[in-house]
């Protein structure tokens, strides 16, 4: 047995034929910095090993045909200028030049699994790497099983991007949570009881903004807690992430509320909402969120900072450009306004926004009885104007958008759902692309039996083309060249694993001092997370 104990892998060895005999060892091996794939090769039946050191996949043997077995000196196994990102699998295989056959070998190298073998009737014993035997060798894992028992995650989560492996999300029965990811991370941190609404933190990267927007580490939530004299939802409060505790701490925005104030309510609404009640959660208006990626400047002299759209009212998230200070006594420069009606449907499906200035909604179309919804039905505001316009769709059918995530202003795409055969020709789950002229369909990730249909999709925009994942309740898919092909990326995922498939995101692309990461949120088995730094 070879195990790995602080920066060494040692050997331990039991006699098997003596019940009673112990465990022998350890024996110091070599330096690692992993554990080693270990097996028994036709060599004098020596012990083969094959561990990482840096970023350098390693191999040494046990010459079992020697007195006093001794351990080689390691060489290395990955080619010139390769890394290796993960533990390596192999085996002995029959085929070869002669009859020792191959090693065959399995290695992660960034996104990518590549193989390599080795001849073992050829002189040298050398390495050769072949072929990458696919693209989408993302390990999920989740570091935030933690602390709480109850881990159902509904789909209004996000993380910073400014506060490194920072995540919140709301739960059911267990309100809003965050927590800090990675090794050397936090567990989850419950800032609030109740039914979970809203946990999502604001973007804190502006290309065009100068100074610093201290908004990515603050976060806007909302849980079912109801207002004493009205007994309506208290109205979405704000947090922010303090850097002693690495936890949210509500703000405070006057009179010990932590509730962001409302103050410019839909015209003709009486009785006028107070301001201090800030946005509530009306009966049977259910809200949807979007966080703003890159905030622009805005009208007024503020920055956009996120949407809420409550049945077909939009209302804006408004902040003031400096909010930097070892906060937080005085109330935060940020406000909800009313801005904007949609006609023409019953209710937003979906709900886009990157830069602040142009949103992207799918409206659901109201039908009268006996007949069959058309759709999907994309509209592109103007958040700056208030201007609307009507985005083309390529051959219609009776669907609707699960979700929408924006490349640039002349690319995005959806996860739509045609449910009704008979209008159009399109039936099933597809992803559409906004082509910058009209919604097109290209291909769609091949889902398995039960699999149900896509509820989620998100999109890496810094890799050219962008990077699109798209997700089920169980499963994750990978296409890196404009959704015309698609691939599997699930593995690490549990079996059982199952997402909510309500309004918002089940899927989260955000970029941090870590690196680039998706997050996948479930309903049930906590949150997930792919790691690509060394190809993102």
């Known amino acids: 047995m070879v195990v790995q104990e602080g920066p060494f892998l040692v050997h331990y060895w039991h006699d098997s034929s003596s019940a009673i005999s112990p465990w022998n060892g350890p024996t110091l091996i070599h330096q690692a910095d992993s554990a080693g794939c270990f097996f028994v090769s036709d060599y004098n039946g020596n012990f083969e090993l094959v561990y990482r050191l840096g970023n350098l996949l390693m191999h040494s043997f046990r010459d079992n045909g020697s007195g006093g077995f001794p351990w080689s000196p390691p060489t290395v196994i990955s080619a010139p200028g390769r890394k290796a990102?993960?533990?390596?699998?192999?085996?002995?295989?029959?085929?070869?030049?002669?009859?020792?056959?191959?090693?065959?070998?399995?290695?992660?190298?960034?996104?990518?699994?590549?193989?390599?073998?080795?001849?073992?009737?050829k002189p040298g014993f050398k390495w050769f790497p072949t072929v990458s035997v696919m693209n989408s060798a993302f390990k999920f894992r989740s570091n935030y099983n933690r602390n709480l028992a109850t881990l159902e995650f509904f789909t209004n989560f996000g993380g910073s991007n400014t506060a490194d492996l920072a995540l919140a999300g709301p739960l059911q029965d267990n309100g809003t949570v965050d927590g800090i990811?990675?090794?050397?991370?936090?567990?989850?941190?419950?800032?609030?009881?109740?039914?979970?609404?809203?946990?999502?933190?604001?973007?804190?990267?502006?290309?065009?903004?100068?100074?610093?927007?201290?908004?990515?580490?603050?976060?806007?939530?909302?849980?079912?807690?109801?207002?004493?004299?009205?007994?309506?939802?208290?109205?979405?409060?704000?947090?922010?992430?303090?850097?002693?505790?690495?936890?949210?701490?509500?703000?405070?925005?006057?009179?010990?509320?932590?509730?962001?104030?409302?103050?410019?309510?839909?015209?003709?609404?009486?009785?006028?909402?107070?301001?201090?009640?800030?946005?509530?959660?009306?009966?049977?208006?259910?809200?949807?969120?979007?966080?703003?990626?890159?905030?622009?400047?805005?009208?007024?002299?503020?920055?956009?900072?996120?949407?809420?759209?409550?049945?077909?009212?939009?209302?804006?998230?408004?902040?003031?450009?400096d909010l930097a200070s070892p906060r937080r006594m005085t109330p935060l420069d940020m406000h909800w306004e009313y801005h904007f009606?949609?006609?023409?449907?019953?209710?937003?499906?979906?709900?886009?926004?990157?830069?602040?200035?142009?949103?992207?909604?799918?409206?659901?179309?109201?039908?009268?009885?006996?007949?069959?919804?058309?759709?999907?039905?994309?509209?592109?505001?103007?958040?700056?104007?208030?201007?609307?316009?009507?985005?083309?769709?390529?051959?219609?059918?009776?669907?609707?958008?699960?979700?929408?995530?924006?490349?640039?202003?002349?690319?995005?795409?959806?996860?739509?759902?045609?449910?009704?055969?008979?209008?159009?020709?399109?039936?099933?789950?597809?992803?559409?692309?906004?082509?910058?002229?009209?919604?097109?369909?290209?291909?769609?990730?091949?889902?398995?039996?039960?699999?149900?249909?896509?509820?989620?999709?998100?999109?890496?925009?810094?890799?050219?083309?962008?990077?699109?994942?798209?997700?089920?309740?169980?499963k994750v898919y990978i296409s890196r060249d404009s959704a015309k092909t698609w691939t599997r990326a699930s593995n690490g995922l549990p079996v059982g694993i199952h997402a909510h498939s309500g309004y918002g995101r089940t899927l989260q692309w955000v970029r941090d001092g870590q690196g680039s990461h998706v997050y996948f949120a479930s309903f049930g088995r906590s949150i997930w997370s792919i790691t690509t730094k060394e190809t993102w």
């Open 181 to 321: 990811a990675g090794p050397n991370g936090t567990p989850w941190f419950q800032l609030q009881g109740g039914d979970g609404q809203v946990a999502l933190y604001l973007s804190g990267r502006s290309p065009r903004i100068s100074g610093k927007l201290e908004a990515g580490t603050t976060a806007i939530h909302l849980n079912n807690e109801e207002e004493e004299d009205d007994h309506l939802n208290v109205g979405i409060k704000s947090a922010h992430l303090q850097s002693s505790t690495q936890k949210l701490i509500l703000d405070d925005h006057g009179k010990g509320s932590a509730v962001i104030h409302l103050d410019l309510p839909k015209p003709g609404v009486t009785p006028v909402p107070p301001p201090e009640k800030g946005l509530r959660r009306g009966a049977g208006a259910a809200f949807q969120y979007e966080i703003v990626r890159s905030p622009e400047n805005f009208p007024k002299g503020m920055i956009l900072a996120a949407l809420a759209v409550q049945g077909l009212d939009l209302y804006v998230l408004l902040v003031g450009q």
């Open 341 to 474: 009606t949609f006609t023409g449907g019953t209710g937003v499906n979906a709900l886009a926004c990157a830069d602040g200035m142009t949103a992207i909604v799918e409206l659901e179309v109201s039908a009268k009885p006996f007949m069959k919804p058309s759709g999907p039905n994309f509209w592109r505001l103007d958040l700056t104007t208030g201007k609307i316009v009507a985005m083309p769709v390529a051959d219609p059918g009776s669907g609707s958008a699960q979700s929408i995530a924006i490349v640039s202003a002349n690319e995005a795409y959806a996860a739509v759902t045609f449910e009704l055969a008979g209008i159009g020709a399109k039936l099933g789950s597809l992803i559409m692309c906004w082509n910058g002229t009209q919604w097109v369909f290209r291909a769609s990730p091949t889902l398995g039996p039960g699999e149900g249909g896509l509820i989620s999709v998100t999109v890496d925009p810094l890799q050219t083309p962008a990077t699109i994942f798209a997700a089920t309740a169980s």
């Open 85 to 121: 990102s993960g533990p390596a699998c192999v085996f002995q295989g029959n085929y070869g030049s002669g009859s020792h056959g191959n090693f065959e070998l399995l290695v992660p190298e960034g996104a990518s699994v590549m193989h390599y073998y080795r001849d073992n009737d």
